[in-house]
């Protein structure tokens, strides 16, 4: 089945505790992206990357990391979290970027106390 | 300032009513990609419709329908005779084509219908 996978769903942090979200895709496409939701504001996008070692900031990269050491993995570092990153962060993969349609994985709800 | 705004944050129908969801977008490209998402309760994000700049065909889809006018920046979403099930929050959204922006896709803040039986 394709599909996009996120780990964790859930998860509760404490400011400052490094922590990573998974995110793995097996449609073999060459774009990934992260998003975070937050009420009222929709979803905004974090990072994102078109192939392999090839990833660029979207609107809200700050105090977020992302690698793309293979194809079908494309993680979330939060080095340092905050509690202003409690959200909910939703990965996403397309054949291509611009243009195309995005499959999104299921989300990971986020707290940071 | 919004790239994509959708002023209508909840909207509230009854069944079998008729619904338009508003998208206004802003871009000084002239090829660019509108999307629309939809997100249940469930909390997935589902694929609804894409369309390109140079497409201004209206489009339907069973009880969807799409109409965009760019004279007017505005790509709406008309669901027909609405169904308990189409309650979900809308997301619009936009995929420019200028070169430092080619691969960033910009959302609205959503609308939430809620259609009651």
């Known amino acids: 089945e394709a599909q996009v996978t996120q780990n964790p769903r859930y998860l509760i942090t404490v400011t400052g505790k490094k922590l990573t979200v998974t995110c793995s895709q097996n449609m073999n496409h060459e774009y990934m992206s992260w998003y975070r939701q937050d009420p009222g504001l929709g979803l905004r996008q974090i990072y994102y990357s078109m192939n392999v070692e090839v990833t660029d900031k979207g609107d809200v990269p700050e105090g977020y990391k992302v690698s793309r050491k293979e194809k079908r993995n494309f993680p979330l570092i939060l080095e340092s979290p905050s509690p202003n990153q409690t959200s909910l962060y939703f990965c996403?993969?397309?054949?291509?970027?611009?243009?195309?349609?995005?499959?999104f994985g299921p989300g990971t709800r986020l707290t940071v106390t | 300032a919004q790239k994509v705004t959708q002023a209508q944050t909840e909207i509230s129908v009854v069944e079998k009513e008729d619904v338009t969801l508003d998208c206004v977008y802003e871009t000084r490209d002239t090829t660019y990609y509108l999307f629309w998402y939809k997100q249940p309760p469930s909390g997935e994000l589902v694929f609804l419709i894409r369309r390109n700049s140079f497409d201004e065909q209206n489009e339907i889809s069973g009880r969807y329908s799409w109409n965009f006018q760019k004279s007017t920046s505005s790509f709406n979403f008309t669901i027909t005779a609405s169904q308990v099930v189409d309650s979900a929050v809308y997301f619009c959204?936009?995929?420019?084509?200028?070169?430092?922006?080619?691969?960033?896709?910009?959302f609205g803040s959503g609308t939430k219908l809620n259609v009651k039986p």
């Open positions: 996403a993969s397309s054949i291509q970027g611009h243009g195309y349609e995005q499959y």
């Open positions: 959204a936009l995929s420019e084509a200028r070169l430092y922006n080619f691969n960033k896709f910009y």
